[in-house]
């Protein structure tokens, strides 16, 4: 199958191509006698323009031809034979613009070629100092450079448009530059011809799209800036109440007027600032007045050292224009009156022009028609212009003020004066100036600012930048159209223009010339998409397919016979046509329309030969020389060109000169007769759009009446239509511009690219949002009141309401407003069918048919699912029509639909009694059921409503009862329904699934709607959630799964919820109403209460986090107060039995500085405890009631010890035996207090001289009262248990408790969402169960070793949460004041005890590893790799398994920290000699150190390395021995199990050993008497702080099993090396 969209490149030359067909004929003949030629080439023709006498191709492939009268090559080259422009060949071109004598291109990257005529430097070749080439023979590249930004940059142009004298470049940043000669360059110089192009400053900041130019005139269509970038100030007032607050188009024009008020006919802009300026504020000195873009000083009569007035309020800070007399010499005068004075001038002056829609701007009155150019002495101006001048003056009979272009003061008197004047003509109705006294209002008050040069906007050097305006320069190709920034074009556009206006070709109502851009003010809000220009005339083509003509009329181009000229007017077009295409020549124009058939039609309006019957027109007499004389044989109205049928599907039209040319293409397989089909119908769609939206909805809007008819619900409602159908309105317009670009370029777009395509997004929520709100409005009865007020609205215009109707109307005429509104639901479907036949051109395996298949599959959907809408829409409004009445009008609401309803008795609840009306109603979003209902009357004394999102319905099986029913289930009700028939039964389950499914989201295509579903809720019954309002998942009823519960007393739960009730996860907020804050608690639930682990934060500001059984605090847990507690601040952590502290805890009294380690009950202390206070003072014994009691041991920081009975805290009162720190002893009756005093009576004892104080000769070994190890933190293994599955230590399943451990571990990695890539790898790990059932070899051990690492990685798992709740535990006791070096015995004690547990725990999960100390079954194939649980035997290598060779390594390192400060603090004072030892000793240098250790001179080193060079050892060098060994002994401090740091130790012989082997011969073996003072030496200079501590560590937490092998040998030496050191005294 051919593909339409396919190149013809490279096809043969012969062969003759279907598109771009070129026609080309001359445009003065008659339409009958005209033969257009047709240009042959071998490939399309992409583009087409003419100049005079001449024109440029732009054919596939990038190539240019010329064809005509080339004058600059002496060539008069035949249409039919085009030549090619050789030079530009190899270079791909985009776009080409011919000039009046010159021509130009664009290149691909965006570089401009010109060649041709350049006598006025239009083709941009001058050279500085050089007279300007007359001719430019072959094409030459102008830069376009942008020298403001540093460095300076190449611009990248777009768009190129060439006049008579001046050329005109867009670029990719939608600037615009300009170069030739002529006030039409709009540029701020003097100097002509302008040979480099510049940027035109004046539109610096605007989003420039097009550009045209015409002999002496250019216009450029520009992006309407937002309406309050016009007049911040001014912001369009809300004129009517309910009126919906969002900007529209259907206000457009009311915002149009409100914006052309503040304009006054001088030019000046009004500001709020200037009418609110205080009337006592006088004018000081005069302000010079910036000239914007102008050069005031050229001006005729102007004198520079004027002075002129500024406003320093004015917005727009460009030319102001001055007030002269009628002979033209300016008249310079000083405000004498109050500066208010003449604002309130300007103000009426402005209010009665906008007042009386039928008068005149008065602009008319100020025409001058002195084209005032930068350079006098330029030809530009002829004489002509002065001689008119002179005649123009004479016919103004009311113009007693004529604007010049000088910026001179603005005189009130002369205010004055034209104000009167303008009142005088007004009541004359009479004017002869240029523009028409009965022109519309809106035209003519448009106009306002309208004089010479008078910047809209300011100046652009002073102006903001423009928030439209692209940051980055636009891809686009070159002519383009504009799009918006979500890819459709930009409909809000105005026109700007400026050059000579000797023929009113510039639109401002006047003949002057403009040396700056100046805004066509009556265009704006027109949505102009294209301007054209013609040698003295102006086009611009609307959305709305209109054309607005004016300037020059003299061979009727213009189309129409209307009056002013000189402002755009509307042509004349005959019903059914609509323009997309125009162009203009020299005194013609041609358009292009879509007709009654798909093929476009071609329009012209201009000079034809035979003389043909016109209307004399009222046009002033003047005219320039330069312009064409006047004919009496023109159209009036365009005139169809009949041969256009003949020529195929036109898709752009281009005129120049006396010529006119068309580029058409040959339908092939109906691709092209689609698209413009498709495009057509677009168009008229947009047109009726705009229509009913100026006719019908903005009237309505706007009037007053339109709220107490329609009703305050129904008046919302029609403001919402109004707003959807604008919204939809819009995308239509913009759509359809897309579409005519699309055919302008169709050769070069790929069909994929089709707004259809590629926003079917946009299209589908515009439709949606359109017939909702209309369905809505239908439903609710609006459209019979809107008729009336339609009828009145319009009055005798009611016929415009008739021709807007598409439908069948009844034989009474009367207008449905319905079936007219439901219109635009036929473009639906002709989408679909436009894509179907553009599919069919493809074959079904490419890109281009899957994408037109699938948006025609989307286009058929919608308009299927919008039928159904409307038909639910007229059913819902006749049942309520049928069912009228107050008791109904509550269940009315706008998005209710009826499905169904049973007032025939086809359904009625089960066991209702006989005289009980039951009638059920089926909405689209709930089941209604009233009582007492008398159907036919409407009447019911109750009724419920069930919404459909928590409804669940279930068809009860027959029992044989013969019952066909239905099961009801709703949160809080269930009911049964029983039907009439079987038929009823079916069909009502059949409407009651679809129904439920459509709401929850689905198709609704009578599938059973899912059990579990999402929704919201609000209860009213249940006893638990009264009037909480719940939104999540449900299962048949009940709440279950995830979700949130909101109390109205401001309780709130989200989480998990189960059969009904709160169970898992969940976080909840309970307000506190006494101290006015929030108790909140995140954690586990269940049955409906806080069970598990969480964390509970009171509103006292105290914080729990543990374990809950049953709504009570139960099990392990820890209680901060908290810093907001007024009594004290504390914290506990240990066991809790219902609510209460029972069992072995910590608490922590930071306001006292006691921290009580022990038992307790029922919230007291009770049992064995240990007390530290901040003092230093240390207590164990037993507690009774929270007292002290019985036996004790107290201890203060000096070493007194006291061992006796105590009564209370901190009283004694009994036996003791207190004992000094000397020794000394006192044995007897004690009584009192401790820190008070105490009294004794017993018997004082002083020790030997040769006696040792021994202080456990009485008995007094510290933590005899204490709770022992294993018996502490019970609570927290029991909890790692419980999470296991098992109901105590070791009793329980184990596949039950790894499945556990896999479901938390899954839970916890869905539900933390903020989990780092590392964990959730971790995670990921875990959640695969390890093969624990294998009997544990060396080979696997490695593996269980890694899982245990990764799972104490995480809290998630239960093993992690053991480590970690074990870590916070140990730091709690024993961190700050827990930091007493008494305690340490029980440190240790308690590392060991967890290691015990833990073992246990490991043990059930991995039942194959051995007894704590037992030995694995085989051996591994390398012991160096498990060095450390191995040992050496007389049969090898075996590897033993204990609990510190497993567990330490993941324990060890977390305690550390506490545990070694309690060691560093028991050996402070060996510390303390030992290292005053270290200090005297390592002053010596090496050899007087080695020789004082005793060490043998054989193993003294001779050399040593540095950087690896060797340097001998002399007698002074220090820290030069055995570096390598120093070094690695003193790493010891970085380990934290006593294996890692006995491997260091290891290493460190090894090192020595290496280091001493090179002085020895032969092998060698140590000995001790050779080891020890050589390892001393390496003490000594390893320098390490807390040895003693650090090797009391490894003697209490090392491996028994290691302590008798090469190891233990080491250490031992190690430890010697220590005690040595603290003996020694001999320096």
């Not at 550009?211 to 016009?230: E, F, K, N, T």
């Not at 004047?421 to 022109?439: A, H, M, P, V």
């Not at 339609?790 to 009367?814: I, K, N, P, W, Y």
């Not at 008494?1382 to 547990?1397: D, F, G, K, M």
């Amino acid at each position: 199958m051919e593909n339409p969209e396919a190149s013809l490149a490279d096809e043969q030359a012969h062969t003759s191509p279907d598109r771009g067909l070129l026609h080309v004929w001359h445009s003065a003949g008659h339409s009958r006698q005209l033969c257009p030629d047709r240009v042959l080439l071998s490939r399309p023709v992409l583009q087409v323009s003419l100049g005079e006498h001449h024109g440029l191709l732009l054919a596939q492939g990038g190539q240019v031809y010329s064809f005509g009268e080339l004058l600059w090559r002496d060539l008069s080259v035949p249409v039919s034979a085009p030549v090619p422009e050789v030079s530009l060949l190899g270079k791909t071109m985009v776009h080409v613009a011919a000039g009046g004598f010159h021509c130009g291109a664009l290149s691909e990257q965006g570089s401009v070629y010109m060649w041709g005529e350049n006598t006025a430097g239009q083709c941009g070749q001058t050279e500085k100092g050089t007279v300007t080439n007359i001719t430019v023979p072959e094409p030459c590249p102008v830069s376009v450079v942008d020298g403001e930004v540093v460095p300076p940059v190449v611009v990248r142009v777009v768009d190129l448009a060439c006049g008579r004298e001046h050329s005109l470049a867009l670029s990719a940043q939608n600037e615009l530059w300009a170069w030739g000669s002529g006030c039409q360059l709009g540029l701020v110089t003097s100097t002509f011809p302008v040979g480099k192009p510049q940027k035109v400053e004046h539109l610096a900041g605007r989003h420039v799209i097009q550009v045209a130019c015409g002999a002496y005139h250019s216009l450029a269509l520009v992006r309407r800036l937002p309406p309050q970038d016009y007049n911040t100030q001014h912001a369009p007032k809300k004129k009517e109440r309910g009126q919906s607050p969002h900007y529209s188009v259907t206000e457009r024009e009311e915002l149009s007027a409100v914006e052309d008020s503040h304009y006054c006919p001088l030019g000046v802009e009004l500001t709020e600032v200037m009418k609110g300026e205080a009337s006592s504020q006088v004018r000081g000195p005069r302000r010079r007045l910036r000239a914007g873009a102008t050069s005031a000083s050229s001006s005729p009569g102007s004198d520079d050292s004027k002075s002129n007035t500024k406003h320093p309020n004015l917005e727009s800070q460009g030319q102001t224009d001055s007030v002269t007399e009628t002979d033209g010499s300016p008249k310079v005068h000083l405000l004498s009156a109050d500066e208010l004075e003449l604002q309130n001038l300007l103000e009426k002056l402005s209010d009665q022009s906008l007042d009386k829609q039928d008068t005149d701007s008065l602009s008319s009155h100020t025409s001058d028609d002195s084209c005032i150019s930068s350079t006098p002495s330029s030809d530009l101006l002829t004489s002509s212009y002065k001689d008119d001048l002179n005649t123009k003056r004479q016919m103004h009979n009311n113009s007693g003020l004529s604007g010049s272009h000088s910026s001179s003061p603005v005189c009130l008197n002369e205010v004055r004066l034209c104000l009167e004047k303008e009142k005088r003509s007004l009541q004359g109705l009479k004017s002869s100036s240029l523009t028409n006294i009965y022109q519309k209002g809106k035209t003519a008050t448009s106009r306002r600012s309208s004089l010479p040069g008078t910047p809209t906007h300011g100046s652009p050097r002073r102006r903001h930048p423009c928030a439209c305006r692209p940051s980055s320069a636009g891809g686009a190709s070159a002519g383009a159209p504009e799009e918006a920034e979500d890819g459709l074009p930009f409909l809000e556009t105005e026109i700007w223009s400026w050059g000579r206006g000797s023929e009113g070709q510039l639109g401002h109502g006047d003949q002057l010339a403009r040396l700056q851009p100046l805004c066509v003010k009556s265009l704006t809000g027109e949505e102009v998409i294209k301007v054209a220009a013609g040698s003295h005339h102006s086009l611009a083509l609307t959305a709305q397919c209109q054309v607005y003509s004016w300037g020059s009329n003299m061979c009727g181009q213009l189309g129409h016979v209307n009056i002013p000229v000189t402002v755009p007017q509307q042509a004349k077009l005959s019903d059914g046509l609509r323009v997309w295409d125009l162009s203009a020549g020299q005194s013609h124009s041609l358009l292009l329309a879509d007709g009654d058939c798909v093929q476009p039609v071609l329009l012209y309006c201009g000079q034809q030969k035979e003389p043909v019957q016109t209307e004399r027109l009222n046009q002033s007499e003047s005219s320039s020389k330069r312009s064409p004389s006047r004919v009496e044989r023109y159209t009036v109205m365009p005139t169809l060109l009949p041969f256009c049928i003949e020529m195929g599907y036109v898709s752009s039209v281009c005129s120049g000169g006396q010529s006119c040319a068309v580029l058409a293409d040959h339908n092939v397989m109906g691709f092209i007769s689609a698209i413009h089909e498709l495009a057509s119908r677009e168009r008229h769609l947009y047109c009726w759009c705009s229509s009913v939206r100026k006719i019908l909805l903005t009237p309505l809007r706007k009037r007053d009446s339109l709220c107490p008819v329609l009703g305050e619900q129904c008046t919302h409602l029609f403001f919402s239509l109004c707003e959807s159908f604008v919204q939809l309105s819009t995308l239509i317009g913009r759509h359809a511009t897309a579409l005519t670009y699309f055919l302008h370029n169709v050769q070069g777009c790929d069909v994929t690219t089709l707004p259809l395509l590629t926003h079917t997004e946009y299209f589908i929520d515009a439709y949606k949002r359109y017939f909702s709100s209309l369905g809505d409005f239908q439903v609710m009865g609006g459209f019979q009141p809107l008729h009336k007020l339609s009828l009145e609205s319009l009055g005798f215009r009611q016929t415009l309401l008739t021709q807007l109707s598409v439908s069948d109307q009844s034989a009474s005429g009367d207008v449905d407003l319905v079936s007219m509104l439901y219109w635009p639901l036929q473009q639906l479907h002709q989408y679909s069918r436009a894509l179907l036949k553009l599919a069919a051109c493809y074959d079904v395996l490419t890109v281009e048919y899957k994408s037109l298949d699938q948006g025609h599959k989307d286009c058929e959907s919608l308009s299927s699912s919008l039928l159904r809408r409307k038909k639910e829409a007229e059913t819902t409004f006749l049942f309520w029509k049928t069912h009228s009445g107050k008791t109904t009008e509550c269940l009315r609401l706008p998005r209710r639909r009826v499905v169904c309803e049973s007032s025939n008795r086809s359904l009625t609840l089960q066991n209702a009694g006989r005289f009980s009306n039951h009638w059920f109603i089926l909405f689209n979003d709930a089941l209604v059921h009233t009582q007492g209902t008398i159907p036919s009357q409407s009447f019911f004394s109750t009724h419920h409503v069930y919404p459909l999102t928590c409804l669940w319905v279930k068809p009860v099986t027959e029992n044989g009862s013969g019952l066909h029913a239905l099961k009801i289930t709703c949160p809080e009700e269930s009911f049964t329904l029983v039907a009439s028939t079987p038929q009823e039964k079916n069909k009502w389950l059949r409407s009651l699934n679809q129904t439920v499914d459509q709401i929850l989201g689905g198709g609704g295509q009578g599938s059973s709607p899912a059990m579990t579903r999402t929704a919201s809720y609000t209860f009213t019954a249940d006893e638990r959630f009264k009037d909480a309002q719940y939104t999540g998942s449900w299962l048949a009823g009940r709440v279950h799964g995830r979700g949130t519960m909101k109390w109205p007393d401001g309780r709130l739960y989200k989480g998990n919820f189960k059969n009904g009730l709160e169970d898992g996860y969940g976080e909840c907020v309970i307000p506190n109403k006494l101290l006015n804050k929030t108790d909140t608690y995140q954690g586990q639930w269940r049955e409906g209460k806080i069970h598990g682990f969480g964390k509970y934060k009171y509103a006292s500001g105290e914080v729990y986090e543990g374990c809950f059984c049953d709504g009570q605090r139960h099990g392990y847990g820890m209680l901060s107060s908290g810093k907001l507690a007024r009594n004290s601040s504390s914290v506990f952590i240990g066991q809790w039995v219902h609510d209460k502290r029972t069992g072995y805890g910590v608490y922590d009294d930071i306001t006292r500085g006691e921290k009580y380690m022990g038992m307790w009950l029922d919230d007291q202390r009770h049992g064995s405890a240990v007390i530290i206070t901040q003092h230093g003072v240390y207590f164990e014994g037993a507690f009774r009631e929270n007292k002290m009691s019985g036996l004790g041991l107290l201890m203060s920081d000096d070493d007194t010890v006291f061992h006796g009975e105590f009564t209370d805290d901190w009283t004694i009162s009994g036996k003791g035996i207190l004992t000094m720190p000397n020794g000394d002893s006192l044995d007897g009756q004690f009584s009192g207090e401790w820190s008070s005093g105490l009294k004794v009576v017993g018997t004082y004892t002083k020790p030997g001289i040769d006696e040792p104080p021994n202080k456990e000769k009485n008995g007094l070994k510290l933590g005899q009262y204490a709770v022992p190890a294993d018996q502490r933190w019970i609570c927290v293994f029991d909890e790692c248990w419980s999470r296991l599955g098992c109901e105590a230590a070791g009793k329980g399943e184990r596949t039950t408790a790894w499945e556990n451990i896999a479901v938390t571990i899954t839970t916890a990695r869905r539900q933390s969402p903020d989990l780092s890539r590392s964990q959730t790898k971790v995670l990921e790990c875990l959640e695969f169960i390890p093969q624990y059932e294998d009997p544990v070899t060396a080979a696997n051990y490695d593996n269980i070793r890694r899982y245990l690492t990764k799972a104490c990685e995480t809290p998630h798992h239960p093993l992690g949460w053991l480590v970690e709740t074990l870590v916070t535990a140990y730091r709690m006791t024993y961190v700050g004041v827990g930091s007493n070096r008494r305690l340490l015995r029980q440190a240790v004690q308690e590392v060991l005890a967890y290691l015990t547990h833990f073992y246990s725990v490991i043990r059930f999960l991995f039942p194959g590893l051995p007894d704590d100390g037992s030995v694995l079954p085989d051996a591994p194939t390398s012991p160096s790799k498990s060095r450390r649980n191995s040992y050496t035997t007389g049969q090898g290598c075996v590897m033993v398994v204990s609990s510190s060779s497993l567990l330490l390594p993941l324990l060890l390192p977390r305690l550390y920290p506490p545990l070694f400060t309690l060691y560093s603090l028991q050996e402070e004072q060996e510390e303390t000699e030992y290292w005053e030892r270290i200090l005297r000793l390592n002053k010596q240098p090496d050899q007087s150190l080695l020789s004082f250790l005793e060490v043998q001179e054989k193993f003294w080193p001779l050399w040593m390395s540095i950087l690896g060079e060797k340097k001998q050892i002399v007698s002074s060098s220090k820290d030069a021995c055995f570096v390598s060994a120093v070094e690695t002994l003193q790493q010891i401090s970085t380990r934290f199990t006593p294996s890692d740091k006995l491997m260091v130790i290891q290493k460190s012989f090894e090192e020595l050993t290496l280091e001493v082997k090179p002085l020895l011969d032969g092998d060698f073996l140590w000995c001790m008497d050779d080891l020890f003072p050589l390892f001393l030496y390496v003490v000594l200079r390893a320098r390490i702080r807390n040895l003693g501590a650090e090797i009391s560590l490894i003697e209490d937490l090392m491996d028994p099993n290691i302590q008798h092998g090469e190891l233990g040998l080491m250490f031992t030496t190690l430890k010697a090396c220590y005690i040595q050191i603290q003996q020694e005294t001999n320096a």
